[in-house]
């Protein structure tokens, strides 16, 4: 099983829909999350973080964390062509005492106008 | 400007030939990291450090190497062991501690001629 599952997409949305992304990870011990956006032939650029269950707003994103269910997930309201990218699900993984980031693969966010 | 200055952008590597690729923060943080992502996947653990002259293998340090001589610096060697090297390999640096983001460098794309 892979530790951070994403689902790669392409997820198309209209512009100015909800994008819903999902992730789910495997270590119950992991105690931080965070969604990277990436546009092609770019590097990873944070967008959020999320650390305790619930919701969390900033924006048009809201991240929300399930950690019973190992499930985090990014909401973009209002979507916009220029949020066509690729979402990156990271999640932290403590190992030999030492603080790590598993990435899931991404998915891929196609906004049409 | 704060910030994880990569070089070159584009690095061409011959048969038998070692490359090194340069990756400088002055973010004054203390953990740096390598990763390498192919197209279509996640990015993948190389090498990680979090103190001047100490750094740990990640999950493909396999015919790589790094030094970790100065905070601000951690370059990654790509040598001749390394078979299929190319790919886009990405810094990044983030303070100590699990609730920490990483931050990324734009990233240098290494081809073979």
């Known amino acids: 099983q892979k530790e951070v599952e994403q689902n790669s997409g392409p997820l198309s949305v209209p512009e100015g829909a909800i994008a819903s992304l999902n992730c789910t990870y495997s270590d119950r011990g992991s105690q931080s999350f965070f969604w990277y956006r990436q546009y092609s032939g770019k590097s990873p650029e944070l967008i959020m973080s999320?650390?305790?269950?619930g919701d969390k707003e900033d924006g048009r994103f809201t991240a929300q964390l399930n950690k019973a269910s190992q499930y985090v997930s990014l909401l973009i309201r209002d979507s916009q062509p220029s949020d066509s990218a690729t979402y990156l699900c990271?999640?932290?993984?403590?190992?030999?005492?030492?603080?790590?980031?598993?990435f899931g693969a991404g998915t891929r966010l196609a906004v049409h106008p | 400007d704060g910030g994880i200055t990569q070089s070159p952008k584009y690095l061409f590597r011959k048969e038998g030939q070692n490359v090194t690729l340069s990756c400088e923060q002055n973010l004054n943080h203390d953990a740096m990291y390598w990763y390498r992502q192919d197209p279509g996947q996640g990015l993948r653990l190389i090498y990680y450090?979090?103190?001047?002259?100490?750094?740990q293998k990640g999950d493909i340090a396999e015919g790589y190497s790094v030094s970790r001589e100065k905070k601000e610096s951690f370059p990654l060697t790509v040598t001749s062991a390394q078979k299929n090297p190319t790919a886009f390999y990405l810094c990044?640096?983030?303070?100590?501690?699990?609730?920490?983001?990483?931050?990324f460098g734009d990233g240098t794309r290494l081809s073979i001629l």
């Open positions: 999320i650390y305790s269950n």
């Open positions: 450090s979090q103190i001047v002259n100490d750094f």
């Open positions: 990044a640096s983030s303070i100590l501690g699990y609730n920490q983001p990483q931050h």
């Open positions: 990271a999640v932290n993984l403590i190992s030999g005492g030492y603080n790590k980031l598993i």
